[in-house]
């Protein structure tokens, strides 16, 4: 499974960005994370191919939202209300056997795409 991730740039803070990923192959969910310099990298969202059900993480609630295409097996993340800790590469992932319990974990996807760079100008 190839994964592709589109769609970071420069933005303002309180602005917005869609990231989209697309995928050769689908899996149990497909998630997107970030890694700022310096920083270990961070869950951001999930979300299961069944019953699409979304996970998030603490930093992105409200602010952020994962959805998918189906027919174009893309997963899309929306970005809203940018602040400047959101800067970092934004890699997006698909998980073969993610269980709900482990959504949040790295090592709960197989498949991880090249990343993409958002950053966020105060």
């Known amino acids: 499974v190839q994964l592709q991730a589109s769609g970071g740039g420069l933005v303002q803070a309180g602005g917005s960005l869609r990231l989209s990923c697309a995928a050769s192959g689908s899996g149990r969910a497909m998630a997107w994370f970030r890694q700022a310099p310096g920083k270990e990298r961070e869950f951001v969202a999930a979300?299961?191919?069944?019953?699409?059900?979304?996970f998030y993480g603490d930093a992105v609630k409200g602010r952020f939202t994962i959805s998918r295409d189906r027919d174009k097996n893309t997963v899309y993340l929306q970005m809203n209300s940018l602040k400047p800790e959101d800067t970092a590469v934004y890699f997006c992932?698909?998980?073969?056997?993610?269980?709900?319990?482990?959504?949040?974990?790295?090592?709960?996807?197989?498949?991880w795409g090249q990343g993409t760079q958002v950053t966020v100008s105060s």
């Open positions: 992932a698909i998980g073969m056997g993610t269980i709900t319990s482990s959504v949040r974990r790295e090592s709960a996807y197989t498949y």
């Open positions: 979300l299961f191919r069944s019953g699409g059900t979304t």
